[in-house]
T-cell receptor, first 117, second 113 residues
């Protein structure tokens, strides 16, 4: 079964506007972590933001915020004030198990974001 | 501070050949993992190394093998290449006791003809 679901294959957003990228996840492990990565055409996966399952507040990192709804098992990424350089593929990923131990990330299929001037 | 570095960046092989990809982790990191990313898809976990041992493995055949050296660098070897092995191979590193963030390299793009 798919552990991470990203239902938006592609999105267009106007420069300076906000955009929300959807991510739902499936796990029975009470301890998990959710990540968002950006992948420009160069190929490198750039870490954006992290949310632990026990974190009480939604994570924020600059223009990125994570809307964590635990009961609905969703972890949507919000990019505020979009810039042309935000055009890239965005991946949601999940770590199951405790931090600091051996684990793997399960990735979604990704969402392509194109920012228009 | 150098991040995760991978080599080569691009390579072309033919079916049946063998390939070795290399990864140097970010300074201070001791755990290396490898991911395969086919075109248009999300990365898939291959395996993870810590203390020169394979700690976890994804659903990949034995043709995929790896190694971690005492300086924490790592190699990914793929034998008997198939057309379906064409992909971007990403190396990621972390400090095992960290909060969990994985740092990725830019990848090695393998094309099998």
């Amino acid at each position: 079964a798919q552990k991470i679901t990203q239902t938006q294959p592609g999105m267009f957003v106007q420069e300076k506007e906000a955009v929300t990228l959807d991510c739902t996840y499936d796990t029975s492990d009470p301890s998990y972590g959710l990540f968002w990565y950006k992948q420009p055409s160069s190929g490198e996966m750039i870490f954006l933001i992290y949310q632990g399952s026990y974190d009480q507040q939604n994570a924020t990192e600059g223009r990125y915020s994570l809307n964590f709804q635990k009961a609905r098992k969703s972890a949507n990424l919000v990019i505020s004030a979009s810039q042309l350089g935000d055009s890239a593929m965005y991946f949601c990923a999940m770590r199951e198990g405790n931090e600091g131990y051996d684990y793997k990330l399960s990735f979604g299929a990704g969402t392509t974001v194109t920012v228009r001037a | 501070d150098a991040g995760v570095t991978q080599s080569p960046t691009h390579l072309i092989k033919t079916r049946g050949q063998q390939v070795t990809l290399r990864c140097s982790p970010k300074s201070g990191h001791d755990t290396v993992s490898w991911y395969q990313q086919a075109l248009g898809q999300g990365p898939q976990f291959i395996f993870q190394y810590y203390e020169e041992e394979e700690r976890q493995r994804g659903n990949f055949p034995d043709r995929f093998s790896g190694h971690q050296f005492p300086n924490y660098s790592s190699e990914l070897n793929v034998n008997a290449l198939l057309l379906g092995d064409s992909a971007l191979y990403l190396c990621a590193s972390r400090y095992r006791g960290s909060t969990g963030e994985l740092f990725f390299g830019e990848g090695s793009r393998l094309t099998v003809l």
